[in-house]
């Protein structure tokens, strides 16, 4: 049987803290999840918490720039030479299914501080964020220049992209409610991929029909 090294073993505990937080924040919102709460949640205490990660603040900085940077990571893979304007774009809301399916509680997180303004995101993190909007701005800008989108806001397109998703995805959790009073279509998508797809699909060709569309601008 392999010793775990004290290295992995703090790695080990400081990603327990980052979980714990991760459920305190997405439950409970910044202002009303404490650092004793996190701690509880994580099974360490408070010294060991400060220890591995820092204070509240450090605690939900280090939370969502990991997700953000995930979803990051995951765009840069998936852009090879070759790809289309529409092909890069679907795959803004597809990056970000895939990380949010793995980390349930980022769409709680993240409709949470939207709706406060974003006032507990760092500057980096801001960054980040930027870095993912100009994947969207890259993208349409490329398929407006070759003829294959009309001339868009990036901003907007990014918004519903990404905000349709987020929300979709913390709406989720009202799935089972919701289908016993009959208030959702038959055939919802039923994973975060799928509605991804089901998203950009309808950013990219809209909801009129297409011979409707002929004779509009």
């Not at 893979?77 to 509680?105: F, I, K, S, T, Y």
């Not at 960054?127 to 909007?133: K, P």
């Not at 039923?190 to 060709?205: M, T």
């Amino acid at each position: 049987m392999e010793s775990t090294t004290p290295r992995a073993s703090s790695a080990a505990v400081r990603q327990r803290i980052l979980d714990g937080a991760a459920l305190a924040f997405a439950e409970l919102g910044f202002t009303a999840a404490g650092v004793d709460e996190i701690a509880r949640r994580a099974g360490v205490n408070k010294a060991m918490l400060y220890y591995h990660v820092g204070d509240k603040a450090t605690l939900f900085r280090e939370v969502v720039l990991g997700v953000v940077r995930a979803i990051k990571a995951e765009l840069d893979a998936a852009d090879a030479p070759g790809r289309g304007p529409a092909e890069r774009l679907a795959g803004v809301p597809a990056a970000v299914a895939r990380v949010a399916a793995e980390q349930p509680w980022f769409a709680q997180i993240m409709l949470r501080e939207l709706a406060a303004g974003g006032v507990h995101l760092p500057t980096d993190v801001l960054v980040e964020i930027t870095g993912i909007l100009a994947i969207t701005r890259s993208a349409v800008a490329d398929g407006v220049r070759q003829g294959e989108f009309r001339d868009v806001n990036p901003l907007l397109v990014h918004l519903i992209l990404i905000g349709s998703l987020l929300f979709i995805a913390n709406a989720s959790r009202m799935r089972e409610r919701l289908a016993r009073l009959q208030a959702l279509p038959p055939n919802l998508p039923q994973d975060l991929d799928a509605v991804a797809r089901a998203v950009a699909d309808i950013v990219l060709h809209g909801v009129a029909r297409r011979e409707r569309r002929k004779g509009r601008p």
